[in-house]
């Protein structure tokens, strides 16, 4: 009664965890839009859209990504045949015992007329998937604590799925060998199913399971004499034989069962199977309780993004379905870090310690911003930093073995932060092409507005000098100077005399007819008012946001200064300046 109401109530918790993160697929939406998609809207295309793609001649396509990706999980083949092997052992073995096992009066019975748990071949199969799901948790112990790959982090769900699973299995396999030494239910058996009430043939009975089936009787040591088991041979074919193979073909449970045999008469008095039955049961109800909530959700949502990520495409699907899909994909993800592994600017993470520079752990981020968790400013800086890092190599996308389309991911969640005001100073500088490669779809406010953002969080921070004003000794930073030598490069600036050069070989110069009115400042006034150490007035110029980083200012220096990588330097000290600023308040 107890586990069957702890049942009842691990599966209502887990239908409405269900139901709630089915409801987020329609609700959560990132990409920000000429006007919002109702749920209701969302809820009407998905269905469309299934119906339409499984009477058309798309269906084949699902059924060999069903086949080949969902339950084969080639992709993850292609990318290493260790993980491969990892995740079929525990998927594989996992899927298995639930089928067999712990669902076998809703499968088992049904399709087997002469089913037992305790017989053959079904003992050695439980074993059997038992072994398989522990050497699949072995290896990704050993990935993840032991072989220490380079970016492959490691966080608390991750944890979380290896120990329950860990728990389950171990906890089944000791619960399993203590039944088999134990006295109180060979007794139970014997009270139950047993067609003899002689004492003489039950004493043989029990010598025949203490010495054939492991048990650890009290009463009886072996060894016993042929006739004596024969005696009880008979009895075992005619009360026990049609629900008990012998226990050896279990032989992993039997092996811990031999291995725990001195102690059995104790465990057995101290009713520590009936420990292990509620540590094994719980463990199970607590697991499907939480699914929805962990990790483990994506055995749901990964099939659906690669399916679905099969037969779409950003041309031609419908905008609601786009949508619903990219949240999907959030909850697909399996936090296996091939993306970060192969990340193009993963190196970075050495350097800037921003761990949303990492597509794998981006995920998280921005599952809590699209959720509608409370994140700081800091917190808001340090995502939009990760996501503006991204090369746009699509290595992420190309390697994900859930299908996730992580570009398109990190551009819509970009341009929905953008869209709500928050400043990336990155886009201000020639590392935004990506972007404007992109902006015909954008529209042209949407384009500019995240531009002018990052220009007045600047001039609202960097505004102690005003460019038509007499400037004092006292606003020249000193210690500015200092700064830009740091590298061979920008310390170059030194040898300007101001001739003009590069200004007059500038492209951007050549594109205004007054070009002081529009930029502030040009390129050689930019690098004299370095030489005199006036970083705001620089900070503030749009000409050193507007440089192309064409490098012909810097091939026509006659003095050799590196124009253009002074202006790169320039910057990073900009936003460094800015990002110092932001963090002391």
Known sequence: ????????????????????????????????????????????????????????????????????????????????????FMHICIFGGFMMLLLMHALDKFIAYPLFAEYSSTLNPFLFLRNLFFVVVIIGLAIAVYRRSILKIPRLMTNYMDHYSIIILAVIMFSGIFLEATKIGSYKSYRNMVDEYADSDDEQELRALESFWVDRFGVVSPNLKGPFPDNILNQGRELHEVSCAACHSQPQWAFLSYGVAKLIKPIATGLDKANFPVFLMYIHFLSCFIGLAYLPFSK???????????????????????????????????????????????????????EIPNVNILPSEKIASVKALVSGGKINGQALGSILEGLYLCTNCYRCTVVCPVGINLQDLWFNVRESLLQKGHPELLFLSPLSFYRGLKSDGMGKDNYQKPLEVARQTIADECKSIVLSETITQKQIDKKFKTGLTLSPQANSYSYCFTCMTCTAACPVVWNFDNPPETLGLVPHQIIHAAIVGLPDLIFTSKMLWSCLGCYKCQEHCPQGVRVTDVFYELKNLAMKHIKGKAMNE
């Open 1 to 84: 009664m107890f586990f069957r109401t702890c049942f009842y109530i691990a599966f209502a918790i887990f239908g409405l965890g269900l139901l709630f993160k089915v409801s987020t697929w329609f609700r959560y939406t990132i990409v920000t839009g000429e006007r919002e998609i109702s749920p209701s809207e969302r809820v009407y295309a998905a269905v469309k859209g299934i119906v339409l793609t499984l009477f058309s001649i798309k269906i084949l396509t699902l059924l060999k990504v069903f086949f080949l990706d969902v339950l084969f999980q080639i992709r993850i083949l292609r990318e290493s045949a260790l993980r491969w």
């Open 296 to 350: 483990m959700f994506h055995i749901f949502a990964s099939p659906l993004s690669l399916l679905a990520n099969a037969v779409m495409d950003s041309e031609t699907s419908n905008p609601a379905n786009l949508a619903t899909k990219q949240i999907i994909e959030m909850d697909a993800c399996t936090h296996c870090g091939t993306c970060s592994i192969r990340c193009a600017v993963g190196i970075c993470f050495m």
